[in-house]
């Protein structure tokens, strides 16, 4: 099966930065795929390599098999939803929503309707009227998301939809976006800097770091089984163990990770990892330690309501050993 | 800590003690009252703008309903629209016809060319080139613009710099042909109408650079992208998008291009046919004709000419994306 987009090699400088760097990327058709990475790590320019706004400095790029290169966005069928929406200003929503149809000539009632269509999809049916900027910016984003579907295109960019809305409407975008993906099944290319968004929406998942990928995989194998530090680090904020300290308990000279639900706090006279309770912030849910175990900084997750040691308490720690995860890099 | 020692945290009090004086006392009103603040600052002006201004033009609306009597040459001040009869004379719609439409081609014709200066410098000018592009556009305004038009009379005379350039290239035969038409040729550039339109252009090109720049500087690039994305091709992308966003700043600076060519009486003196100008005819009706009444209803056709493009303008909606 051909890929919806595939990277060969693809490289993009901008003078002696390396944003891309020799990246290989294959994404399914049909598939939600996260693009996850800090900024700077040269996501959002792998979103615009696909969308054409940028051309490779070397490698090649292939939308559902068809080379890409020296395109320019307005003859490939991908379709973005910006990071600020980038709603025209001068004209109302229907024709916001229309005007990818209105430039490829479709005429004004057949557009129209299908506008219509595309903005009850996004569940803000009668707001063709509005300007951009009488919506709020859930509403903006709706419109975003519908001036985008309403082209059918084979791959959809969405570059930090969610990033400027509150926790509450973020949490429902995510819901929706997923659904509404299933229900048309668009390929889905997100960019987002937020690793609990990545997780839940997506089926797989890229780790961007410093231009090239760390680690492509579901949304479990990153989170249980990171490959590097760096993917340990970033996705979800797992404790990163020396080798020497993995060498003690699991027997390799590799670098581990632990992750902070997997490390359950004992009485002091104890066998297990001596530390000391440094300080503890409440979650709701969940309460978070932070301990100090021979120098090394490890944090812990209990449930709310669990009995706690004092803070600068001596306490013992314990894991299962399975929960330990030995990553590629030695030490 | 440093913190402490630049404030002693233990006698620091929660309340500031005001700084006293006038200046003081001053500063505590305006940030109090901020009305009284806006009210000193905006009254000089206000009183200046509402006398001098509104005052001499109302003055003169007043005086175009006057009449001359045409033995005596004295002002008859009573009531009547005989002054505006004489506007509708012939050669008076004569001179405002070759003013209008000279006005319009100046104002296209600066649009024309403003456009493409005013995006690179809005979209691509960057640090060194945009202060190069300010000093370009505004060089011109600091010399004087006697200096410019006697430069440009130069430029354009039969012996002159262009009539010189073309020959080398040897197309003088195509400034011939152009000088040969009616209306717009003459005998040379510098006595023919096409002279006065360069030179109008040249004059008054500043004026609509700069606010389409400013305009164009306000229209996000992701808008651009967006367009591009959604299939426009640049054409359409200019059409559906740049264009209509940077339509305020084309009508501000059409503002300044047309009415500064209604009303200017020295460069079709010194550059152009015999033919008068509206600004030319004002100068001779209250000057040596000394026809105030005539002058002052010359002088209106621009003001209401002004008030319909604006309408115009505000009707087909060039003020929507303001």
């Given at each position: 099966m051909t890929s919806a987009v595939s990277f060969q090699n693809v490289s993009r400088h901008f003078g002696s930065v390396r944003a891309v760097d020799a990246v290989d990327l294959d994404i399914v058709p049909g598939e939600f795929f996260a693009m996850l990475g800090p900024s700077g790590s040269g996501k959002t320019t792998c979103l615009r390599l696909i969308a054409g706004f940028e051309q490779p400095t070397a490698g090649s790029i292939a939308i559902f098999g068809e080379r890409a290169e020296g395109v320019p966005p307005y003859r490939r069928n991908v379709n973005t939803v910006f990071q600020d929406y980038a709603l025209f200003p001068h004209l109302n929503v229907l024709d916001n929503v229309a005007y990818g149809l209105m430039v490829k000539g479709v005429g004004r009632p057949e557009r129209q309707k299908a506008a219509e269509e595309a903005l009850a999809l996004v569940r803000?049916?009668?707001?063709?009227?509005?300007?951009?900027?009488?919506?709020?910016g859930g509403q903006r984003q709706r419109v975003a998301l519908a001036r985008a579907l309403v082209n059918q295109p084979k791959v959809l960019l969405l570059d930090e939809p969610l990033g400027a809305l509150d926790l509450k409407l973020r949490e429902n975008m995510q819901e929706e976006l997923k659904s509404l993906q299933k229900a048309l099944g668009i390929t889905f290319v997100f960019v987002t800097h937020d690793q609990g968004e990545a997780l839940s929406m997506a089926d797989r998942v890229a780790v961007f770091n410093d231009g090239k990928i760390m680690q492509i995989g579901t949304p479990e194998d990153i989170y249980q089984r990171p490959k590097t530090r760096f993917v340990a680090d970033f996705v979800g904020s797992s404790n990163v163990l020396p080798p020497d300290f993995v060498q003690r308990y699991a027997g390799q000279h590799r670098w581990g990770s632990l992750r902070p639900e997997s490390i359950r706090i004992g009485r002091a006279n104890g066998q297990g990892v001596a530390a000391r309770l440094v300080s503890t912030n409440y979650l709701g849910a969940t309460t978070r330690l932070a301990l100090d175990a021979e120098g090394l900084r490890l944090h812990a997750i209990v449930p709310a309501g669990a009995a706690l040691p004092r803070e600068g308490e001596a306490v013992v720690l314990t894991f299962n050993r399975e929960h330990l995860h030995l990553m590629d890099e030695l030490g | 800590m440093s913190l402490d020692a630049a404030m002693p945290r233990a006698t620091a009090p929660a309340i500031l003690p005001g700084s006293g004086g006038v200046r003081g006392g001053l500063s505590d009103l305006f940030w109090r009252r901020p009305q009284f603040l806006l009210l000193l600052m905006l009254l000089p002006p206000v009183l200046w703008l509402g006398i001098v201004y509104i005052g001499s033009l109302f003055a003169l609306l007043l005086q175009s309903f006057f009449s001359i009597d045409?033995?005596?040459?004295?002002?008859?001040?009573e009531f009547t629209l005989k002054t505006y009869g004489d506007l509708l004379q012939a050669a008076n719609l004569d001179i405002i016809l070759r003013t209008v439409t000279m006005a319009a081609l100046v104002t296209l014709a600066a649009a024309i060319i403003a456009f493409p200066i005013a995006y690179y410098a809005a979209r691509y000018a960057r640090g060194r080139w945009k202060a190069l592009f300010y000093l370009g556009v505004m060089l011109p305004l600091w010399s004087s613009y006697l200096v410019k038009i006697y430069a440009w009379k130069l430029i354009l005379a039969k012996e002159g710099i262009l009539t010189w350039l073309l020959a080398k290239l040897h197309l003088l035969w195509l400034l011939d042909a152009w000088l040969s038409l009616?209306?717009?040729?003459?005998?040379s550039l510098s006595v023919s109408s096409t002279g006065t339109f360069i030179v109008f252009v040249y004059v008054w090109l500043p004026f609509m650079i700069l606010p389409v720049q400013a305009a164009l500087e306000r229209v996000p690039g992701n808008l651009v992208e967006a367009s591009s994305d959604l299939g426009a091709s640049p054409g359409q992308t200019f059409g559906n998008v740049l264009f209509p966003l940077a339509l305020p700043g084309i009508v501000a600076g059409s503002i300044f291009t047309f009415s500064l060519t209604l009303g200017d009486y020295i460069i079709p003196q010194i550059i152009g046919t015999s033919r008068l100008f509206i600004g030319q005819a004002v100068y001779s009706q209250q000057g040596t004709a000394g026809n105030i009444p005539l002058a002052a209803a010359f002088t209106v056709v621009p003001i209401v000419i002004m008030g319909f493009y604006l309408w115009g303008a505000k009707r087909m909606g060039a003020f929507d994306a303001l």
């Open positions: 803000l049916p009668g707001y063709g009227a509005r300007r951009p900027g009488q919506l709020s | 045409e033995f005596s040459g004295l002002i008859n001040r009616p209306i717009v040729g003459g005998n």
